[in-house]
């Protein structure tokens, strides 16, 4: 019998956006059960966890958007170029901003699994940009899904203010209806011009961005416990510091639960 990962010919005649949520069902459990994400979902993040992620997205989207705009006109591309609904470096210089100070820029850590990510996304778009869409897909679909769930976890374990500040990220301006804007999404990757044997690299691709992501979220994890290891203390840094919420940290690794 077939699985939806053997990708035979027959199955590839399916459209596109189901393929990717079929090849991807594994990969995206694998993602939602890293230590890291499932330590969100209970809420017990801690700000330096939320500074270092937003980092790490801060180059990843700014590699992807670099890519998707020298691509923008690109027919392998332009279908699903929707950069007002759904492009988030802007967003991600805003949170970075708010939780750095102002000289943000200089003090982000970008770890190995990031360039790596960057690196890939990098030779995607320039080499061959028809397999973008997954790398896309991977992102901007995940966001408008679970990411609204992990919005609100953030903002009551970190209890950040309720007018958005810090979670610019999470919010699309451009999106009112994210189910909608879903669904003609995948119409638009689905009206792309792919033969069978594309589709099945597309598939490839979106698994492995999967995979990126979760070495990111692995190699995170690995800092932030090396750092409590060594006692390093989890401070956050720049204006948040004085602007934002008063809380204790003891001995530096204090995680905020949300109680969820
Ligand atoms: C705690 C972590 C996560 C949770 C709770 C979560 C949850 C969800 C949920 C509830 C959906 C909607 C499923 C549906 O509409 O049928 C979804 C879809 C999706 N997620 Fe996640 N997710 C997580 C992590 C991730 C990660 C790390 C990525 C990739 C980087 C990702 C990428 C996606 C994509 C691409 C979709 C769209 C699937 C489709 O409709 O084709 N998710 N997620």
Same mark, same amino acid.
């Given at each position: ?12 005649s399916? +459209? ?13 459990? !694998? ?12 809420? !017990? ?24 705009? #020298? ?10 170029y929707?950069?007002?609904e ?8 805003? +949170? ?9 820029r200089?003090e ?6 990031t ?8 030779y995607v ?19 408008l ?6 919005k ?20 699309? +301006? ?8 879903? !669904?003609?999404? #995948? ?5 792309l011009e ?40 989890m !401070? ?8 934002n919420i ?15």
């Amino acid at each position: 019998m077939e699985t939806p990962q053997t990708h035979s010919s027959e199955s590839m005649s399916k +459209d596109l956006s189901e393929l990717l949520k079929e090849a991807t069902k594994e990969v995206h459990e !694998q993602a939602e059960n890293t230590p890291f994400m499932k330590n969100f979902q209970k809420g !017990q993040v801690s700000l330096h966890e939320f500074k270092l992620v937003t980092a790490s997205l801060y180059f990843i989207y700014s590699a992807l958007e670099e890519e998707i705009e #020298r691509n923008k006109n690109n027919p392998v591309y332009a279908p699903v170029y929707f950069p007002a609904e759904l492009h988030r470096k802007a967003a991600l210089e805003e +949170d970075l901003e708010y939780f750095y100070g102002s000289n943000w820029r200089e003090e982000i850590p970008c770890p190995e699994a990031t360039k790596k990510y960057v690196e890939r996304l990098h030779y995607v778009g320039k080499n061959h940009p028809e397999l973008l869409v997954a790398h896309a897909y991977t992102r901007y679909l995940g966001d408008l899904s679970g990411g609204q769930v992990l919005k609100k976890i953030a903002q009551k374990a970190l209890q950040l203010p309720s007018t958005g500040e810090g979670l610019a990220f999470f919010t699309f +301006d451009g999106v009112s209806n994210a189910t909608k804007f879903k !669904q003609l999404y #995948r119409s638009r990757m689905n009206a792309l011009e792919m033969d069978h044997a594309t589709k099945k690299r597309v598939l490839e691709e979106a698994k492995k961005a999967f995979l990126l992501n979760i070495q990111v979220f692995e190699a995170l994890q690995e800092l932030v416990s090396k750092g409590q290891e060594n006692g390093h203390p989890m !401070q956050p840094t720049g204006e948040l510091r004085t602007r934002n919420i008063n809380r204790s940290y003891e001995h530096g690794k204090t995680l905020l639960r949300a109680g969820v």
